[in-house]
């Protein structure tokens, strides 16, 4: 081969070797800048106020991953709860861009605007800028009762030496609903608990029967008649926006009409 030969050779793999290196690997992060226009709440003043940063992200990256980075590197005061951040123990719930939404589960990226708006949980008491307190939603969620009641105590808690059985087919009577993660969307989305402060909710509705439901509960009489009142089942006027926002599928509508039907038939049925 001729050196014209080897240098035109050359040349040729550099500019192939420049092209590999420049082009970007597969699934490679797209990175954009973000501005978060964020509803504080401050509880010295009793009142909201908004606030604006300006955050790059990735696609990769969420919303959650956005409010941190602005806590570490923006305004060290900003408030917000979570915890696993996988979806799983539902501390981050929030409102995003008008609807109620697990923080570590969307991505900005996804929702297709560069502007992010974040508010606080609706028909819950603020405690700081993103935080919201719970003891009311969490108090209806025990007035259902939402455990394993058996008719004998002794033997539930003292005597017991194996388990009480349970098929397949009795188990996916009620599974669905024991996926609640009690993030709070479902209840920040009913338009009737903002009509009536005193309505339970589809949360602790949705425990209500996927506790009775359970065949080896006896305690389904003791929770049917929590629910069946003005501020029970009656309330829920069927919007279905606890359903559509909940992050794991759980259906509390379904639920409740179920409660109905329980109630208006005397027998439980799917």
């Known amino acids: ?6 240098g ?5 793999a550099v500019a192939t070797e420049k092209i590999t290196i420049t082009k970007p690997p597969l699934g490679s992060p797209i990175k954009r800048t973000y501005t978060f226009r964020v509803k504080r709440y401050d509880p010295e003043r009793g009142g909201y106020y908004w606030r604006e940063y300006k955050i790059e992200l990735s696609n990769h990256e969420t919303v959650l991953d956005g409010l941190i980075k602005i806590k570490w590197y923006q305004d060290a005061t900003l408030s917000f709860r979570y915890s696993c951040r996988m979806g799983i123990c539902g501390s981050c719930g929030m409102i995003i861009n008008g609807t109620p939404r697990l923080a570590c589960e969307t991505k900005p990226y996804d929702l297709g605007t560069e502007v992010i708006t974040v508010e606080p949980l609706s028909n819950f008491e603020p405690i700081k800028d993103l935080a919201a307190d719970f003891s009311e939603f969490f108090r209806k969620h025990r007035s259902v009762r939402p455990w394993l009641i058996r008719k004998d105590e002794t033997e ?29 969307l479902c209840y920040s989305a009913c338009p009737m608990v903002f009509l ?20 080896r509960d006896e305690g389904a009489v003791l929770r049917l008649k929590v629910v069946d009142s003005e501020n ?9 926006t606890c359903s559509k ?6 259906d509390p509508a ?15 049925r799917r």
């Open 1 to 6: 081969m001729s050196s014209q030969q080897s």
């Open 8 to 12: 035109g050779a050359l040349q040729a």
């Open 156 to 184: 539930q808690f003292e005597k017991l030496e194996s388990y009480y059985p349970q098929t397949e087919e009795q188990l996916s009577e009620y599974l669905e609903f024991a996926y609640c993660i009690k993030c709070g």
């Open 196 to 215: 009536n402060r005193d309505y339970l909710g589809p949360q602790a509705l949705a425990q209500a029967y996927r506790w009775s439901a359970d065949n």
């Open 232 to 240: 029970g089942i009656w309330s829920c006027h069927y919007s279905g």
């Open 245 to 250: 926002v909940c992050p794991k599928d759980v």
């Open 254 to 268: 379904l639920a409740i009409n179920l409660l109905k039907n329980w109630l208006l038939t005397g027998r439980r």
